[in-house]
């Protein structure tokens, strides 16, 4: 529901409801190979779609993609919004 993102002034606190909006796998990676060689630290973040059927497999497939470009990465299963994500963490 609207508003996706606001402001709790009392508890100083920001509610955020937008989702990880992205373009995908592969969108991802060929903007990490077009850095190749350029200094920093890049960090990947790894997360399921909502909409997923094999949610273990999709961290495993993004952490094997994704760990050549990456310095480091953060494997998020802990989006309280979508559904059956808790439960998945027991596995």
Avoid: C, W
Avoid at 37 to 59: E, L, Q
């Amino acid at each position: 529901p609207k508003p996706r993102i606001f402001r709790l002034t009392s508890d100083e606190a920001v509610i955020n409801r937008l989702g990880f909006n992205n373009e995908g796998h592969a969108a991802a990676e060929q903007r990490l190979a077009a850095r190749k060689g350029r200094a920093g630290i890049v960090g990947v973040n790894i997360g399921a779609n909502k909409d997923s059927t094999d949610r273990v497999g999709d961290y495993e497939r993004g952490v094997a993609r994704f760990a050549p470009y990456a310095s480091y990465l953060t494997v998020n299963i802990s989006s309280p919004n979508t559904p059956g994500l808790r439960n998945m963490q027991a596995r």
